[in-house]
């Protein structure tokens, strides 16, 4: 599985746009991107996923490069109730034995 | 429906007692896992069932660890002896075969929080 690098950490404020931005050079032609969002006491929860170029849903936007080797995943305007892990993962579309490993993820406090 | 269905929420136990954590996958969904949080360690894979057999259970941490998947709807994690540091938030999910590998079709249940004292 391509190994994925995040920061460990962000700070923002309400209403302001935040930008998290994962590494995953090693990603393979049928990996996808995916983004969890985890608050505490419950489980991760996924929130989008994408291949290349930009996708939106009413949560956030995924934004990947033509080489894929990155991805950014934004926030149009912080709220104080995304105060969250968010975790980057990659995987194949059809992958009979390997299983999504989750990383540090990067761990967002939104201050008012 | 109401969601991968973990019991229960909290769990306190001393040392050497054996603890039994319960998982309901979402109806249908044909793949079956159970994670494990620590702060030190962040969420590991321990296990995990498809069509309730076993396929891979190589993040297992030691034979104290067991699980089971009776039928498709139940599965249990035991710990027994259980120690110290045992103590974490165990999660299950579950999801569908297609859409397995893209992360959409993890559905995570809210956890047990076991305390071994």
């Known amino acids: 599985l391509a190994k994925t690098t995040q920061p460990i950490s962000m700070d923002s404020y309400e209403g302001q746009e935040v930008n998290i931005t994962c590494s995953h050079n090693n990603i393979a032609t049928n990996d996808y991107i995916t983004w969890y969002q985890q608050f505490p006491s419950q489980g991760p929860r996924f929130i989008i996923q994408g291949y290349k170029t930009k996708v939106t849903n009413e949560v956030a936007s995924l934004f990947i490069p033509a080489d894929r080797k990155s991805s950014t995943l934004s926030l149009p305007r912080a709220s104080l109730s995304d105060t969250a892990v968010y975790y980057c993962l990659v995987g194949p579309s059809n992958n009979a034995g390997n299983m999504l490993t989750f990383g540090g993820g990067t761990r967002l406090m939104v201050k008012p | 429906d109401a969601g991968v269905i973990q019991s229960p929420r909290h769990e306190v136990t001393e040392m050497g007692q054996e603890v039994t954590l319960r998982c309901k996958p979402i109806?249908?969904?044909?793949?079956l896992f159970w994670y494990r949080q620590t702060m030190m360690r962040g969420l590991e894979l321990l296990i995990y069932f498809n069509n309730n057999v076993p396929i891979d259970d190589s993040g297992m941490p030691e034979d104290r660890f067991s699980a089971k998947m009776p039928n498709a709807s139940f599965s249990t994690l035991k710990i027994q002896p259980s120690e110290p540091r045992d103590s974490a938030v165990y999660f299950c999910?579950?999801?569908?075969?297609?859409?397995?590998?893209?992360?959409?079709?993890?559905?995570f249940g809210s956890g047990t929080r076991l305390t071994v004292v």
């Open positions: 109806s249908g969904h044909d793949y």
């Open positions: 999910a579950s999801s569908l075969t297609e859409d397995r590998g893209r992360g959409y079709g993890y559905t």
